[in-house]
């Protein structure tokens, strides 16, 4: 904290109000989640504008969890995240790296064709991807949907990549190739270490996408066994009437995939800013 601040009592105050109201903005939509998941249903409606629901009940979560498909949805999305995560993430590192250190013919066009990529509306595209993935048998699979995502995500982690890569000095490698290693091993051992935060940023920017993704999930997959989480949601909206309470308790549930992956990289990006830098 800076002396202004400590001598300002007003500007401390302003800035404490102000963390509390952002705080209060962004969460408040996951409480209200978690209010209507917990509502029974004959008080949604007559309680909907309540803070507080004056019963609690987890006939919804049980529900969700034991009486449908969620599980299946689950896991299916579990799959379909997690492989793209995967693949994308190894694919952008190597690109990003050849693109950081390495001047090549056709880079600058290599670019502009993935920058490119990423300004076609998602609507223009689906019909051309869907027969490609029908010519090829995967209709109703979940690697056509890694196959996608993968496609997708790729150039904005790429670029992603490539700015840690850009952050991180040649001399480091440099160095390590001067003291006996290859520029693979000098990949491994210095520059790997040091881009842990760049991985991590990436592969949690790829999970939340496919973890969210619906209008390649819901043109691609039709078959029940096969459909991921958030084509699964639709499930509870039927031709008369949504279920709420059940459709509030899979959200909620929906969270923790996302809350626990971001806490399992986060020892990643801090062991990434101190780990990996050459002793002097």
């Known amino acids: 904290m800076s002396d202004t601040t400590r001598r300002n009592p007003m500007l401390m105050m302003g800035k404490s109000a102000a ?16 209010k209507i998941a917990l509502t029974p249903d004959r008080l949604i409606f007559t309680e909907g504008t309540n803070l507080a629901p004056s019963e609690i009940t987890f006939s919804n979560f049980t529900s969700v969890l034991f009486k449908t498909d969620f599980l299946s949805y ?26 950081s250190r390495f001047h090549f013919s056709g880079k600058k066009i290599i670019i502009a064709v993935m920058l490119i990529t990423q300004m076609f509306p998602l609507l223009m595209i689906i019909a051309p991807i869907y027969k490609i993935i029908a010519s090829f048998g995967l209709l109703n699979s979940l690697s056509s949907l890694i196959i996608v995502y993968t496609a997708f995500n790729i150039p904005f982690a790429t670029f992603l990549m490539q700015s840690f890569f850009d952050g991180i000095p040649r001399d480091l490698e440099e160095a390590a190739m001067m003291d006996g290693c290859t ?52 499930t509870f909206v039927s031709k008369f009437s949504v279920d709420w309470g059940q459709m509030m308790a899979a959200g909620v549930l929906a969270l923790i995939p996302s809350c626990l992956f ?17 002793k002097g």
Not at 23 to 30: E, G
């Open 19 to 34: 963390i509390t109201f952002y705080l209060t903005f962004a969460l408040f939509p996951l409480y209200w989640l978690l």
């Open 74 to 99: 689950f896991g299916n999305s579990l799959i379909v995240s997690l492989g793209t995560a995967a693949v994308t993430t190894v694919i952008a590192a190597g690109a990003g790296y050849a693109f």
């Open 183 to 234: 520029r693979f091993q000098a990949l491994r051992k210095v520059v790997i270490p040091l881009t842990l935060p760049g991985l991590g940023a990436t592969l949690g920017f790829v999970f939340t996408a496919a973890w969210s993704e619906l209008l390649f999930a819901l043109m691609l997959i039709s078959k029940n066994d096969t459909m991921t989480f958030p084509v699964g949601l639709l």
């Open 262 to 278: 971001f806490i399992f990289i986060q020892r990643y990006l801090v062991q990434g800013l101190t780990s990996g830098a050459v």
